[in-house]
């Protein structure tokens, strides 16, 4: 038996996508597309509020230029100026300095770094750091970083996290 059953479709070429392995994601109406964005944006919004701990603006870099570990050995250099560094501005004291990007990632390898959750009332005692709020897993991210300083963020989701926002919806 040789069905074809269409479940994943092939990105199409006009999207651009810069990476082989950033999966395309897409939902059937405006409404879902907008809460899973609105969704991941709060996310990274507590993140960097929770990580930075700073007034830094970031900005998020457009989901179909991501790029993966894989494709750090293939890319040109000139996809690192044209989209990490198209920003740069001196500092007063002459340095330059790179506004800090972030992207969402749903590969593992690309965030090996999972933050814990330690609760304001633990004493030192059992039970440790949890991995675990409300359910979910405290986010898991990756950096690049130049001279020891991260200038894009990979914050990683699950689809069944976004999935679950939009089940949340009247109507979905």
């Known amino acids: 038996m040789n069905h074809q ?3 994943i479709g092939i990105c199409p070429e006009t999207l651009l996508f810069q990476s082989s392995y950033v999966p395309l994601i897409s939902f059937k109406n405006e409404e879902h597309k ?3 964005e609105d969704y991941i944006t709060g996310e990274a919004n507590k993140f960097f509020d929770d990580i930075l701990l700073t007034d830094q603006e970031v900005k998020p870099l457009a989901y179909p230029l991501l790029i993966t570990e894989l494709d750090f050995e293939k890319i040109d250099i000139s996809y690192f100026y044209e989209n990490l560094f198209d920003d740069l501005e001196r500092k ?3 340095k330059l300095e790179a506004k800090i990007k972030w992207g969402i990632t749903f590969d593992v390898k690309c965030a090996p770094i999972e933050l814990g959750y330690l609760s304001p009332k633990y004493d030192g005692f059992y039970p440790s750091i949890a991995y675990t709020n409300n359910g979910r897993p405290h986010r898991r991210y990756g950096t690049i970083d ?9 914050i990683y989701f699950t689809l069944q996290e976004i999935l679950d926002v939009i089940k949340q919806l009247p109507n979905s």
């Open 34 to 36: 907008k809460a899973a």
């Open 5 to 7: 059953i269409n479940i």
């Open 92 to 94: 007063p004291d002459g």
């Open 146 to 154: 130049i001279n020891g300083k991260p200038v894009f963020y990979y």
